[in-house]
């Protein structure tokens, strides 16, 4: 008897069908998924080859995915012959085998294809053949993992990765700073994503604005800084951009398409990381001495058994005004994202064109309807691309029940689409609005949230309280969206978005509080449900990957885990972190390293309350609304030189750059690049009193400029500023100076 399995995911050729593996944690493979919404689509497809012949008999794994409307059915071809049996359309909620047709098959090769009805989100996981009626696949997942291993000849093998000295989980935008970060301090790093591209929500598929502090003048800085530019002077993707950047680094080993599903623990401790290959659910291991979580739904820290929360606090247990007063497992939304190929920009839930004649729209049964007419209370302004409150209510499950989820928020969309088309007051500027696409990227805002020696609240956007351990900033407002999502109706959008200043944020935030090497970035750090709100962006996230990369490169320096980094080591973790260009507010340079700061400063000419001395003053930013920068008076060239207390062995030069951050406001607006600051400039040396030059940098776009060079005993640094885009001046914030063994 011959029995035959086929992944999905092995299929030739996809035709109309996506290829989807959000849900491979909870229903164990990728599948395909029908995707039009204008019909049926064309066919998937797949060769094989039997040995005998005579009757087989064809299994899809499949899923009515909306039970009680069977929304779609797929039908199965080999060769010329169609099966008379629709499958996908039982009672049954959840993934199962179904019987999809009898066929007479000559010894050979043969092609199968699964065709779908109606386009409308029709799926499949796997495909049995067998000539063996009295088998039938097993819809437990252990047995029929078995099943196929035994059907694809597989044995039991798990590829070992060896040791790094940290593990990052998740390729998010924080995992990736965080990567590059460790890396250029010179750990091996271990960075492994379940998905396809890099960046999580940022990314080209996720294509979720980045943003950040929100307040003028305060766009963060470091390495997210550097991937900005790179990727607006380049014309990158985010995907593209965050790729580049990880792949120059040669202590990262990048791993996609892993989904880490087990770890193992000894004493509080993680020592080893288990991990499917999530298109073919091969086994790999890892292990490492640091490690961080950047799954978004802290899934690293679950199987580790670090403590957490899901869902609201009761206002009781932080004092919160904006909490409920009973706690509740209510998160907020996501919202669907996609893309299609007839545009050319990320829709929100749903896409759609302006055709010539009106269009007439008749949503499908299993679209969820909305409050009618004016009783919505949203005002569209996305009109073709959907809207950040196309939400579902917040009693789904973004953790455990992942796909069905999803599914709701494609039933929200269509369901808004009628609203749109057949109720909305204004409902005549879309007569000849066609649809053309709905999304099915779940964007999550928030499920699990890890819990750390310090919980961040509401409270503390308030009271704004001194840190000792601040490592980054929020300033997004308290964001947090409405329970009851798109249904809100008059109460509007919000739970609350209340305005907050630019608030250092502490590291004792970042770290579990019960796993000593599991810190954690992006939306599960230690916040509560309200205290989410500003740090859940993807720029404040960013420099939360930073700030635990350079904890981890002090975790292997001293021999400690992350809380004793806190504890005797946390004015070293602020120093290097401002040192790489990163902003915290309120830290101020004072590293003793720096030999700068003993230097005499001195310059060709300088503008009131442009001193030169100002290089070495510890503020390099202007939004502080004090003296930050040397500022030159005359036009350019202009020198700006740095003579040392006594002539040391130099090898390093950093030079802050200014750029117009008070001109923007919004993290996702375009970053200035080549945008008056100091494009061209010289770094020279003076040796037994000759002036050699060290460093020529041209066109810069960057505003941290390293300049490395051998090393050589000098007086005394000057820095020739030779050309600025967009003024006449040259501004430099900040100027620090390093002997060789220092430069880290």
């Known amino acids: ?98 019987a999809a047709g009898d066929f007479d098959l000559t010894v050979g090769t043969h092609r199968l294809s699964v065709a779908d009805t109606t386009g409308w989100f029709g799926r499949f996981a796997a495909v049995v053949i067998t000539n063996d009626f009295d088998f039938y696949p097993s819809p437990e997942r252990s047995r029929w993992m078995a099943q196929r291993a035994e059907m694809k000849g597989l044995k039991k093998e798990v590829t070992d990765h060896g040791h790094y000295d940290l593990l990052i989980a998740g390729g998010g935008v924080p995992g990736v700073t965080g990567a590059i970060t460790a890396a250029r301090h ?27 502090g929100a307040h003028r003048g305060y766009h963060e800085t470091g390495v997210i800084y550097e991937i900005k530019n790179s990727r607006y002077a380049e014309n990158l993707t985010w995907s593209q951009a965050f790729e580049r950047f990880v792949k120059q680094e040669p202590n990262i080993s990048l791993f996609t398409n892993l989904l880490i599903d087990h770890c193992v623990c000894e ?24 490690f ?52 050319h920009y990320t829709i929100c839930s749903y896409g759609a064109e302006f055709v010539e004649e009106e269009v007439e729209y008749v949503p499908p049964a299993w679209a969820i309807p909305l409050p009618q007419g004016e009783e919505m209370n949203r005002n569209p302004k996305r009109i073709i691309l959907g809207e950040w409150w196309l939400e579902n209510r917040n009693d789904y499950d973004d953790l455990w029940e992942q796909e069905y989820t999803r599914d709701a928020l494609i039933r929200v969309s269509a369901g808004f689409f009628d609203w749109l088309k057949n109720s909305w007051p204004e409902r005549d500027k879309v007569r000849n609005l066609k649809l053309k696409t709905l999304g099915t990227f779940n964007a999550k805002r928030e499920t699990r949230r890890l819990i750390g020696d310090y919980v961040i609240t509401q409270n503390d956007y308030r009271t704004r309280p001194h840190y000792p351990d601040a490592v980054f900033f929020s300033g997004w407002n308290i964001d947090v969206h409405h329970v ?49 709100g500003p740090t859940r962006v993807m720029l404040t996230g960013a420099c939360m990957g930073q700030a635990v990369a350079t904890a981890a490169w002090l975790c292997k320096k001293y021999k400690v885990d992350p809380r004793e980094v806190r504890a005797r080591h946390i004015d070293e973790l602020q120093q290097t972190l401002l040192k790489d260009g990163q902003s915290i507010p309120g830290c101020k340079n004072h590293d003793p390293k720096d030999l700068a700061l003993t230097a005499m400063i001195a310059a060709d000419s300088w503008e009131e309350n442009g001193e030169p ?132």
């Open 1 to 98: 008897m011959e029995k035959i399995w086929i992944d999905a995911m092995e299929f030739h050729h996809c035709g109309g069908f996506r290829r989807d593996t959000q849900f491979v944690r909870e229903m164990g493979q990728g599948y395909l998924m029908a995707d039009s919404v204008d019909g049926a689509v064309e066919p998937a497809w797949v060769e094989f080859t039997v040995k005998q012949e005579g009757r087989y008999r064809v299994f899809l794994r499949t899923k009515n995915w909306c039970v009680g409307y069977d929304p779609d059915g797929l039908i199965v071809t080999i060769d010329e012959k169609k099966s008379g049996h629709i499958a996908g359309m039982m009672q049954i909620s959840g993934w199962y085998f179904e």
């Open 186 to 212: 010179g750990l091996r790093v271990a960075l492994i994503s379940d998905r396809p591209v890099l960046g999580g929500n940022g990314s080209d598929e996720g294509n979720v604005a980045l943003e950040g």
């Open 267 to 290: 004493n509080q401790r993680i020592q080893t990381v288990h991990a499917i290959d999530t298109r073919n659910l091969k086994e790999h291991t890892f292990r490492a001495d640091q």
């Open 292 to 343: 961080v979580d950047d799954t978004g739904d802290g899934w690293l820290g679950y199987y580790a058994g670090a403590a957490y929360h899901v869902g609201r606090e009761a206002k009781w247990e932080y004092e919160e005004d904006f909490a409920p007063e009973e706690a509740d497992g209510n998160t907020m939304s996501g919202c669907n994202i996609g893309d299609h190929p007839d545009f």
């Open 484 to 532: 009851k999502g798109i249904f809100s109706g008059r109460e509007g959008a919000f739970t609350c978005d209340e305005k907050i200043a630019v608030t250092p944020m502490p590291f004792g935030s970042l770290y579990s509080k019960n796993i000593s090497n599991l810190m954690m970035v992006g939306r599960c750090i230690s916040t509560t449900h309200i205290g989410m």
């Open 613 to 744: 001395e100002n290089v070495v003053n510890g503020i390099n930013r202007a939004a502080d609304g004090k003296k930050y920068a040397w500022i030159s008076k005359a036009e350019l060239p202009q020198n700006l030189t740095l003579t040392l207390k006594e002539p040391r062995q130099i090898s390093q030069v950093r030079v802050t750059l200014d750029m117009p951050f008070e001109r923007y406001t919004m993290g996702y607006e375009d970053m200035p690049r080549k945008d008056e600051t100091l494009a061209d400039f010289a770094v020279e040396i003076c040796t037994d009193g000759v002036w050699k030059p060290v460093g020529l940098v041209k066109n810069n776009i960057e505003r941290l400029v390293v300049v490395d060079f051998a090393p050589k005993v000098a007086s005394a640094v000057r820095i020739c500023a030779l050309r600025a885009t967009g003024i006449p001046k040259a501004i430099i914030p900040e100027v620090r100076i390093y002997e060789a063994g220092d430069k880290l």
